[in-house]
């Protein structure tokens, strides 16, 4: 694949909780904006139950793509956190018990890290360890996959770690974009001033999304890279020589 993959990265969030709706995630907001203050990006992101047939194909699919990816969630001790079997399976070893991660759980623990909460040390074969700074049970990774608690409090500084580890050369371009409310106008009517917009500037892309309510709208609009203002002076100029009204820009 082209167009710098390495600045490309993918999220996977595990956990029923979110599925059925008993936790709200907040996993793809924050990443995305993570991503985004380097001048990566996030190219994906899969929600996936706590099911272990389930789990392991996707990781197996996950692990074949060079994209690199964080996964959030299941990796406790408790019997529905299936993460560290299934990826260990994936990959096609094994689950050992890693003496870092135990020294490490034992530490903030004592005798209590036994019998059950120790289980987190039970790692993929030849894994390498993510510290945790909330409490000390680390994550891990296998390859370019992070794999983190499904707790925000811990995940985000750990993928804060992971990125500064391993990415810290990879920063890409900041994202810009600039929006025009057009007004007045069916979206079918956009569709010859767009196709005839693609390609004019390659940094960007253009997109069109509509606004329902009590004054119908279309907010139309450019996300890249690079200089954006000529680029979206261009797109007002094409709207003024169709005819189409619209209202201020809006920046992000």
């Not at 391993?166 to 956009?190: F, M, W």
């Not at 917009?197 to 892309?205: I, L, T, V, W």
């Amino acid at each position: 694949m082209n167009r710098q993959m390495s600045n490309f990265f993918g999220l996977i969030v595990i956990g029923d909780e979110i599925l059925f709706g008993q936790r709200q995630d907040s996993h793809l907001s924050y990443f995305r904006e993570l991503l985004g203050s380097r001048g990566l990006k996030l190219t994906r992101c899969w929600l996936l139950p706590d099911d272990a047939p389930i789990l392991t194909e996707h990781l197996r699919f996950s692990f074949q793509s060079k994209l690199p990816v964080f996964i959030c969630g299941g990796i406790g001790a408790t019997p529905d956190d299936l993460t560290r079997a299934c990826a260990a399976e994936a990959a096609g070893c094994t689950l050992v018990r890693h003496p870092e991660a135990a020294a490490l759980i034992e530490g903030r623990f004592g005798d209590s890290a036994h019998p059950t909460r120790i289980r987190m040390a039970d790692l993929p074969e030849k894994c390498r360890l993510i510290p945790n700074p909330y409490n000390q049970i680390p994550g891990f990774s296998i390859g370019q996959h992070y794999f983190l608690p499904g707790f925000p409090e811990m995940a985000r500084p750990m993928a804060e770690w992971v990125l500064d580890q391993y990415y810290a050369e990879k920063r890409g371009e900041i994202i810009e974009e600039t929006s025009l409310q057009v007004i007045h106008t069916p979206e079918s009517s956009l569709v010859p001033i767009m196709e005839a917009f693609a390609g004019r500037f390659p940094g960007f892309k253009l997109y069109s999304l509509p606004r329902l309510g009590e004054t119908p709208s279309i907010e139309l609009g450019l996300r890249g890279s690079g200089e954006i203002k000529p680029a979206m002076d261009a797109l007002a100029a094409s709207l003024h020589e169709a005819g189409i009204p619209f209202l201020s820009t809006k920046a992000s």
